[in-house]
């Protein structure tokens, strides 16, 4: 379909979930004869380089987003607000040039606005086309509107129907003329799982700006050393490599898709941050899981009480986390079992986001 197309793919860098939801888009790629270039940087970049080894990939800088100790992240946001502006702009600088070195025919970034250059199919992949911010929101929902329409196609990773996964973050009257919603999208594949030698019962998976990362893996520690059984905390952290086993918690940096994917299945209970690809995943595994946002984070916040109300997730607070009620209730939950959509192959393939790859070739091979 692609023809050989060169199309870099650059996810957004907090945490870990811009880029692991870019793994199947990329796997799709590839099967439909196009040449990704991989664009990213620290975590992100490791992540995506030890999925696809042979492909080339060029570090592309990003602001490093730090979070606030407490439940209030406003001030924390409004202080670090000029230098996320001034990154897209040094972002969009650099892609300037990256454009000609690497003879570029398309770009895919997942929430990186400046990642864009007039002439040059260029696709955004968010599933905030009207966020929730801690300030100025009227404000910054515009601001975000006019910076989606500036690319080809915005893809909304969620499910036409409302509220789909992310609800009014992905929902509304105003929704771009160039948006096109291709289905929830996950690296997860039932099928491909391995499973662990050892069973666990609990597994923890956790990623995000610190410094609440560690604070949430911290409290998780001190409550998993006090349940019965083997379990795993995978801390969403490529590097450094970490691989340790703590009494009867196995701690380790990363874990790769169809073995996480092995564990989560087997695993009595799932605790997770309410991040949006976290959820597309539960969702492509059949999993419900303890969910905890991130303090402060409106967006998290916002999918927490959302699937609260829902019943798809157990939510809790932070500072009111109680591991073992959630798995004593866990227990008594209906098997929910893997949903048909699956991206990566074609039998499976979900079927809008095939729709919005073909477009996107269409706009690779047609004459601008």
Same mark, same amino acid.
């Given at each position: 379909?692609?023809?050989?197309? =060169? ?14 939801? %870019? ?24 992540? #995506?380089? +030890? ?13 490093? &987003? ?25 972002? $969009? $600088? ?11 025919? /398309? ?11 007039? *002439?040059?199919?260029? &696709? ?29 196609? %915005?893809?909304?990773?969620?499910? /036409? ?42 597994? %923890?998976?956790?990623? *995000?700006?610190?410094?609440? =990362? ?10 998993? =050393? ?15 490599? #970490? ?6 918690? =196995?701690?380790?940096?990363?874990? @790769? *898709? ?5 564990? #989560? ?58 591991? /073992? +009620?959630? #798995? *004593? ?7 929910? @079992? ?9 039998? @499976? ?20």
């Amino acid at each position: 379909m692609f023809s050989g197309a =060169r199309i870099l793919i650059t996810p957004l860098d907090w945490g870990l979930g811009h880029s692991t939801r %870019c793994i199947p888009i990329i796997q799709r790629l590839l099967e439909l004869d196009a040449r990704p270039v991989i664009g990213a940087d620290k975590g992100p970049l490791a992540l #995506l380089r +030890d999925a696809f080894p042979d492909l080339p990939h060029v570090r592309v800088p990003g602001v490093e &987003v730090r979070y606030a100790k407490g439940a209030s992240q406003t001030w924390a946001m409004a202080a670090q607000f000029p230098a996320m502006l001034r990154s897209v702009r040094e972002e $969009h $600088h650099l892609f300037l040039n990256l454009r000609r070195q690497l003879q570029l025919d /398309a770009v895919i970034s997942d929430q990186r606005f400046g990642i864009r250059a007039e *002439g040059l199919p260029s &696709v955004i992949i968010t599933h905030q086309l009207f966020p929730f911010t801690p300030f100025a929101q009227g404000v910054l929902r515009r601001i975000n509107l006019r910076s989606v329409a500036r690319f080809d196609r %915005c893809w909304i990773p969620d499910r /036409a129907e409302e509220p789909g996964l992310a609800g009014e973050l992905s929902h509304g009257k105003n929704v771009p003329h160039n948006a096109r919603y291709i289905g929830p999208v996950s690296r997860m594949d039932p099928a491909g799982s391995i499973a662990p030698t050892v069973p666990y019962r609990i597994v %923890c998976v956790i990623s *995000g700006p610190e410094p609440q =990362r560690t604070l949430l893996e911290d409290v998780l520690m001190k409550q998993l =050393r006090r349940i019965d059984g083997q379990h795993l905390l995978v801390r969403g952290k490529p590097e450094p490599a #970490l691989d340790e086993t703590i009494g009867h918690v =196995r701690r380790v940096s990363h874990l @790769g *898709g169809d073995p996480l994917t092995g564990a #989560l299945l087997q695993a009595e209970l799932i605790v997770s941050r309410t991040g949006y690809t976290t959820l597309m995943d539960l969702e492509r595994i059949g999993k419900s899981a303890l969910v905890v946002p991130t303090p402060g984070q409106a967006e998290q916040e916002y999918l927490g009480e959302l699937h609260a109300k829902t019943g798809r997730f157990f939510v809790q607070a932070q500072e009111r986390l109680d591991i /073992a +009620d959630a #798995l *004593g209730r866990s227990r008594f939950e209906e098997p929910r @079992g893997p949903k048909p959509w699956i991206v990566g192959t074609p039998a @499976g393939a979900e079927p809008l986001l095939e729709h919005a790859l073909r477009e996107l070739a269409t706009l690779v091979l047609s004459p601008r």
